[in-house]
């Protein structure tokens, strides 16, 4: 298994322009999460899904921020317009029924300029 | 919902030392506690978890102990070598949020 594939690795961009993170989960996982990790704040839950449906997107700082999941296997973090305090490394993880532990992803380094 | 708090945030050792990172948590209703370990630039990795109905878990040289009653768990390496040389996260799930809430994170250091 290739594990929990995020693209892109690193991404920058210039205050305002929309940022696309994409997740693609290890199959046969049924709840993925998205987390932020700054030196500041460390690892954040942003939003997680169970069967592809959002269960807890209390930790989406602001409508900025928004995360779908429209199917089993593809899951896209969104930030509109995107503000250099989301510079940040963003992790997808997955984990598989009765939660026998999170895989993570390798992440994507966002800088916004 | 749940809050973990972890100690101490820097650590260092002389290889061959022990190293010992706590964790307290908030919901009483968790009931899984897993120990992640990252290394710089890197992904975290899922070293070892414990579930509420064990007190001990060991695999080698690392070990994890869980007091529900106090709600505080403990990440112990023993004989630390320079690879061990990492952030090392606690977390906790499993209470009425149905996720995994992650402590701020140890830095240890292991000094050959």
């Known amino acids: 298994d290739a594990g929990v594939i995020q693209s892109p690795r690193h991404e920058v961009t210039e205050m305002g322009q929309e940022v696309t993170l994409r997740c693609k989960p290890i199959s046969g996982h049924n709840s993925l999460f998205w987390y932020r990790q700054t030196m500041m704040r460390g690892l954040e839950l942003l939003i997680y899904f169970n069967n592809n449906v959002p269960i807890d997107d209390s930790g989406m700082p602001e409508d900025r921020f928004s995360a779908k999941m429209p199917n089993a296997s593809f899951s896209t973090l969104k930030i509109q317009p995107s503000e250099p305090r989301d510079s940040a490394v963003y992790f997808c993880?997955?984990?598989?029924?009765?939660?026998?532990?999170?895989?993570f992803g390798s992440g994507t380094r966002l800088t916004v300029v | 919902g749940e809050n973990v708090e972890q100690h101490p945030s820097t650590l260092s050792v002389q290889e061959g030392d022990s190293a010992v990172i706590k964790c307290t948590y908030s919901?009483?209703?968790?009931?899984?506690f897993p120990w992640y370990k990252q290394e710089l630039g890197k992904r975290p990795q899922l070293i070892i978890d414990?579930?509420?109905?064990?007190g001990e878990k060991k695999d080698q040289r690392i070990a994890v102990t869980l007091n529900k009653t106090a709600k505080h768990f403990s990440l112990h390496i023993t004989e630390t070598q320079p690879e061990d040389s990492a952030v090392y996260f606690c977390a906790a799930s499993g209470g009425s949020q149905g996720n995994l809430i992650f402590g701020k994170g140890t830095k240890l250091s292991v000094k050959p």
């Open positions: 919901d009483s209703a968790s009931n899984y």
């Open positions: 993880a997955s984990s598989p029924p009765l939660r026998a532990g999170y895989t």
């Open positions: 414990i579930r509420s109905n064990v």
